[in-house]
């Protein structure tokens, strides 16, 4: 169960851009509400403007999840600001989801937010793809990791590996990311907690996720 | 691992360092931002430049210098940004220079917005600048087509002296794909003879210009550019036809709007209407003879664009009118739901003729 990532009220998923991060936050924010009674997701992007939490707000919303949105997201004024009642976070019981813009970049809007992170317990999670250009071999990796808990002043608990191709993922995609994943978490020294998969690709000891990113075509 | 998960604005990036290309100026602007910011990452990493210019203007320009010398060069920048380059790509245009322009399209006019648009289809295809000129156009519809015709554009920019451009829109620079760089032949090309490399008194210098005082002179040499044109109207037409043959109707449509007509043509044929997709990718040259040959089979055409209705008129001259040719668009950065064209399909195929 993706609930699992939940060790403490907070969980913050950062990584590089691309590697699914707002699926991965999108995906547990609705298997925690099926859980828990008060959850919360917050969309800390100030980096990109296009493919965010805000374009599965209804969904989330429907299925009873506090969705904490810039005010403009999703608009011709989609600035990068943070929603104004992203402390409720830190000043409810709720459980909270943050997720992060790309890279070091997003994580700095962290910083300003680390010691209240740290006085109400938190998990930050890296998300790792094999196949993003930026995860594409271990010193990358590890310099993005390094980088944005330097930029955020918080340390990661845990790496997610969502390696995919997109539509083009099948089982060997999933494999042959892998091995990578475990050297990155080997030399980071940050454990692999969780190893995503479609429902098509799964298999034992895999986290089933759904694929929640806004469809064109 | 030979494909990589990427953003279309990361894959034409480095698709142009692969093809070669070592200089970009840019100044950022979203939805094309990924690009610049990717060829800031590599381009130090593999012995070339990207060098954030003051101005859309200076960048141009910046490329206009870069490419007298021969090297390969490009820009990058979302609609506002072009209306501001035009002036150097007439002068580019001007010099019979070669290079690449990328137009990642937002909403407009103005500032607009930063939502996906094919609103600058007229500009580029009709007046990227003042003057009688052409751009080659091409139109990417996927993520790996961003890569490939950024190969592309490179060889055909350098075959005819021209620049190319690549007109692609937020949703394709933004959303992500598998891409494969191995895919791409390079074109065997002429050697640049003209370029100011240093004649290192071994040869008669160069001179790159595009002022003419004496108005035959100038003549003369429009007229000789537009034979080049006719080469690349003849040789360098590129379209892909999706279900065409024994369709009644069929959606002309390039890039992101190609991909989501083509849900629409499958949708419409479940529904028993017999539908095809004509996607054009090279916008100049425009597929004309392929669009006149089609008119004489098919009852109707719905050019289904993010704008008002520009790419509708070509698609009007092409085929003489001989069927009607309608438009279904939306703008401002609003895209078009599979829904919303299947509608539209299955509207006009009920009407009755006459």
Known sequence: MITELFKHKAVIICGHFGTGKTNIAVNLALAAADRFANVCIADLDTVNPYFRTADNAEELRRRGVNVLLPQFANTNVDIPSLPPSFPLIF???????????????????????????????????????????????????????????????????????????????DRSVVFAAQKKAEEFAKESGVPLVMTTAFEKNAFPGCTVIEDVTKKLF | MSKMLMKGNEAIAEAAIRAGCKLFFGYPITPQTELSEYMAKQMPKRGGLCLQAESEI?????????????????????????????????????????????????????????????????????????????????????????????????????????????????????????????????????????????????????????????????EDIVKERFKRYEEVEKNEVMYEEYMCDDADTVIVAYGITARIAKSAVKEARARGVKAGLFRCITLYPFPAKELERLSHKVKRFISVEMNMGQMVNDVKVATDCRVPVTHYGRTGGVIPTVKEITEEILRLSAKKEG
């Open chain 1, 91 to 169: 000043t409810t019981d709720c459980c909270s989801v943050t997720d992060v813009g790309g890279d070091e970049e997003g994580a700095a809007v962290l910083r300003g937010f680390a010691e209240r992170y740290e006085s109400i317990g938190y998990d930050m999670y890296y998300v790792f793809n094999a196949f993003r250009p930026e995860n594409a071999n271990t010193d990358y990796s590890l310099y993005s990791l390094r980088a944005i808990e330097a930029a955020s002043g918080l340390k990661f608990s845990g790496i997610i590996n969502n390696s995919n191709l997109g539509a083009e993922t």
């Open chain 2, 58 to 218: 200076a960048a141009i320009n910046m490329v206009l210098g870069a490419t007298a010398s021969g090297a390969r060069a490009i820009t990058s920048s979302s609609s506002p940004g072009i209306s501001l380059k035009s002036e150097g790509i007439s002068y580019i245009a001007g010099s019979d220079l070669p290079c690449v322009i990328v137009n990642v399209q937002r909403g407009g006019p103005g500032l607009g917005g930063i939502q996906p648009a094919q609103s600058d289809y007229n500009q580029a295809t009709k007046a990227p600048g003042h003057g009688d000129l052409h751009l080659i156009v091409l139109a990417p519809a996927s993520v790996q087509e961003m890569a490939s015709l950024t190969g592309l554009a490179f060889d055909l920019a350098d075959q005819y002296r021209m620049p190319a451009m690549i007109l692609a829109d937020g949703a394709l620079g933004q959303m992500m794909e598998p891409v494969d760089f191995e895919e791409r032949t390079a074109r065997e090309l002429p050697e640049k003879t003209w370029a100011c490399c240093g004649h290192g008194n071994k040869r008669e210098h160069n001179i790159i210009n595009s002022l003419y005082i004496q108005p035959n002179v100038l």
